[in-house]
């Protein structure tokens, strides 16, 4: 099916039937970034005037003060973690994850805790979880509300941290209302939230102090890349606690954007961040696929990911035992997913089955393997080409 270079150096290929999963690699890069990231390799930058570059592209994208590229979304969360503890305050931030004597605090809402959520305990904070899944009860509670939060709230609160999803409550808005009367900022993870380009503005626009993009999704930057957007003095934190900082002093000159020297008053030694560190590669490669991203057609993206989700929904369900429904794009994904269910006692094989032994070929196939507790497996359209769909269709065939 394939001749890669992952053939070449004897890793199996993976045909990617699940959507930018980063345990598979993401998502294909842009050519137009990948030959920008070869060209980046060939020559030297300064890393700062790299950063001081992406922040004004993230700025013009989001409406925000500032912005700033880390390593992937997660890194974004870490050292916004870092910036709302340690502020301006050299000796915070050489002793991250030691936060003795500093608020350190981020409340989160039950229901926005995910596995990220150790993303901000790297960088020394402590989790208050507030609220409760009443709402899965029928109690008639609807989720964590505002109330909740703000009573969580201490002189030990250093942020608010909210996970952007279509079906996230209470609302972003009210969020920040609660926090911001009580001077706290509200972190954002809205990792897979783009497309539509609006949501770039979208949450800066509901107040969010810091919200983090992973630029290896939908972007289809480099996998090892996230932007985070947001307010400047923030963003000069996550600066100083990211940045190379193998600086001698007298001749210390970092972009004033970036890094305030006297707000600083000293060079901060290697942060929290620097081993997150990002190359030019990365930045030139990011911000090639951010511009590239920004003047894509998205409505034609969308509506060649649906066509291609309803045929092979329409093929599959020829197939005895199997129905398939097709997913609402904005529920989970930013592409309509195919969910194919399994009748297991009338197909010739179980989902387990068929999702395991694809994973096995060669290539392996990757199809979504989040509903097997339904008996269902999930196609996403997104990182398949027109021959790998046909090819993805003729081996789910072979077992059913
Ligand atoms: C993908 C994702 C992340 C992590 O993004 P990376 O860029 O891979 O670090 C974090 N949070 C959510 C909700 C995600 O979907």
Redesign the pocket.
């Given at each position: 099916m394939t001749d890669s270079v992952y053939d070449e150096i004897g890793v199996p290929t993976v045909i990617n039937a699940t959507g930018?999963k980063?345990r598979i690699g993401?998502s294909r890069i842009r050519p137009e970034a990948a030959e920008a990231m070869r060209e980046a390799a060939a020559g030297f930058a300064r890393i700062s005037d790299l950063q001081t570059r992406a922040s004004e592209l993230i700025q013009d994208v989001t409406g925000a003060e500032a912005g700033y590229v880390c390593?992937?979304?997660?890194?974004?969360?870490t050292l916004s973690a870092a910036a709302t503890i340690a502020g301006t305050d050299l000796d915070a931030m050489a002793h991250l994850p030691e936060t003795n004597g500093l608020a350190d605090e981020i409340v989160i809402p039950r229901t926005h805790r995910?596995g990220?959520d150790h993303?901000y305990r790297v960088a020394g904070a402590t989790i208050v979880d507030v609220g409760t899944n009443d709402a899965h009860l029928g109690t008639g509670a609807v989720n964590t509300e505002p109330w909740e939060i703000e009573r969580a709230i201490t002189d030990e609160t250093a942020a608010v941290g909210y996970?952007?999803?279509s079906y996230t409550t209470p609302p972003l808005e009210d969020v920040v209302d609660v926090a911001h009367e009580h001077d706290v900022p509200v972190i954002v993870?809205?990792?897979?939230e783009v497309p539509p380009v609006d949501n770039f503005e979208r949450f800066v626009d509901a107040g969010a102090d810091l919200v983090?993009?992973?630029?290896?999704?939908a972007i289809r930057g480099p996998?090892?890349?996230?932007i985070l957007a947001g307010r400047a003095d923030l963003v000069r934190s996550v600066a100083a606690q990211h940045l190379d900082m193998h600086a001698a002093e007298a001749v210390w000159t970092p972009p004033a954007e970036l890094i305030d020297v006297d707000e600083l008053g000293g060079v901060p030694r290697q942060g929290i961040g620097r081993g997150m560190k990002v190359g030019k590669e990365e930045l030139v490669g990011v911000i090639t696929a951010l511009e590239s991203f920004l003047e894509e057609d998205h409505d034609a993206n969308a509506s060649a990911w649906r066509g291609r989700a309803e045929t092979i929904a329409a093929d599959l369900a020829e197939l005895a035992g199997i129905e398939t429904t097709l997913t609402a794009a904005e529920k989970t994904s930013v592409a309509p997913e195919v969910v194919v269910s399994v009748d297991e006692s009338i197909a010739d094989a179980t989902a387990t089955d068929a999702v395991r032994g694809l994973r096995e070929e060669r290539p392996r196939i990757y199809v979504g393997a989040d509903d097997l507790h339904r008996n269902a497996f999930t196609i996403n359209p997104m990182c398949l080409t027109d021959n790998e769909a046909t090819y993805v269709l003729e081996r789910i065939r072979s077992y059913f």
């Open positions: 930018t980063t993401g390593s992937g979304a997660s890194a974004c969360l995910t990220y993303a996970v952007q999803k993870d809205a990792a897979a983090a993009f992973s630029g290896g999704k996998q090892t890349t996230g």
